[in-house]
């Protein structure tokens, strides 16, 4: 691609551990959490209700220095679609997608762990007429002049929220609490989310997200009686980069393997060496494909 970086964005907007070990043939070795040079991402997500909502909310984590490293090998497309969650943050704050090592995105809220000094993106909000309201922790807290946006900066750390109704302060400092309360975090108010995020391993890109019991299963729609949560993540490499798809269920008792293994069948058609194997609860798949072919999937893939 012959684009600049910057113009290049602008065209895109412990028990489960154990059971898991029988998965190490299908992982294919891929990293397992909390592996990341900048800490378990987890734990920054915040109970849906500490955050304005009612019901579950899906996260995204993407790394979008790490992706510009892989961009020769990816398609135009699937770099655009992953440099685009971070679009916002990054303009924002006046920074470049390579001066961000992990974004974390939750339904009114980034995180973003950066290699800017604290004090370049401080000087940066003053000069945007954002004003100071104090700090939480080791965070300061600003906010725009209409209160719609705020941010909290640290070093190597950056949150901002965006909301119409006057809490971006608060969500930016939930968010900020909550890093330091793993009483509060996501994965240990919400069991299911707790089994999800834990048995997902440490890609370039993942997502994932629980809900209601599915009441029936329909494989057509990547959707089983009795699951009551999904994610994905993927990770890349120079030719083959390997998926994995998870599925996780009310109990092992209602885990149905052979409706997971009928989706995989007809909707990873084109995924190289398919595996499908349960632990418990959790279902879980993997594959590989080819880099460059890869699409950049915001849901389970299903039937077309």
């Given at each position: 691609m012959n684009r600049s970086r910057r113009e290049f964005l602008r065209v895109g907007a412990g028990g489960i551990a154990a059971g898991l070990s029988g998965f190490a043939g299908c992982l294919d070795r891929l990293d397992s959490l909390p592996g990341t040079d900048e800490g378990d991402y987890r734990t920054w997500l915040p109970a849906p209700e500490a955050v304005g909502g009612e019901r579950a909310y899906q996260f995204f984590r993407v790394r979008p220095a790490k992706t510009l490293e892989f961009e020769a090998?990816?398609?135009?497309?699937?770099?655009?679609?992953?440099?685009?969650?971070?679009?916002?943050?990054?303009?924002?704050?006046?920074?470049?997608?390579?001066?961000?090592?992990?974004?974390?995105?939750?339904?009114?809220?980034?995180?973003?762990?950066?290699?800017?000094e604290q004090d370049a993106i401080r000087s940066d909000l003053s000069a945007k007429q954002f004003n100071e309201q104090g700090t939480v922790d080791s965070f300061s807290i600003f906010t725009s002049e209409q209160a719609e946006t705020a941010v909290g900066v640290a070093d190597g750390t950056v949150i901002s929220a965006n909301t119409d109704?006057?809490?971006?302060?608060?969500?930016?400092?939930?968010?900020?609490?909550?890093?330091?309360?793993?009483?509060?975090?996501?994965?240990?108010?919400?069991?299911?989310?707790?089994?999800?995020s834990e048995g997902l391993?440490?890609?370039?890109?993942?997502?994932?997200?629980?809900?209601?019991?599915?009441?029936?299963?329909?494989?057509?729609?990547?959707?089983?009686?009795?699951?009551?949560?999904?994610?994905?993540?993927?990770?890349?490499k120079k030719t083959e980069s390997p998926g994995q798809w998870l599925i996780v269920f009310e109990s092992e008792a209602v885990a149905d393997e052979q409706a997971v293994k009928a989706w995989a069948d007809a909707s990873l058609a084109d995924v190289n060496t398919v595996?499908?194997?349960?632990?418990g609860r959790i279902v879980l798949v993997t594959g590989k494909e080819p880099t460059e072919k890869l699409s950049i999937r915001e849901t389970l893939p299903t039937i077309e």
């Open positions: 090998a990816l398609s135009e497309d699937a770099v655009e679609k992953l440099l685009a969650y971070g679009y916002g943050m990054e303009q924002l704050l006046g920074l470049d997608a390579s001066e961000i090592n992990e974004l974390i995105v939750g339904p009114t809220f980034r995180v973003g762990q950066t290699s800017v109704d006057g809490s971006p302060q608060s969500i930016v400092e939930t968010v900020v609490e909550t890093h330091g309360d793993s009483d509060a975090q996501y994965q240990t108010v919400n069991e299911a989310f707790g089994t999800l391993n440490n890609g370039h890109f993942l997502t994932g997200t629980v809900h209601q019991p599915h009441e029936q299963t329909a494989p057509e729609q990547a959707q089983f009686e009795g699951a009551v949560g999904w994610g994905f993540s993927r990770t890349f595996q499908v194997a349960q632990a």
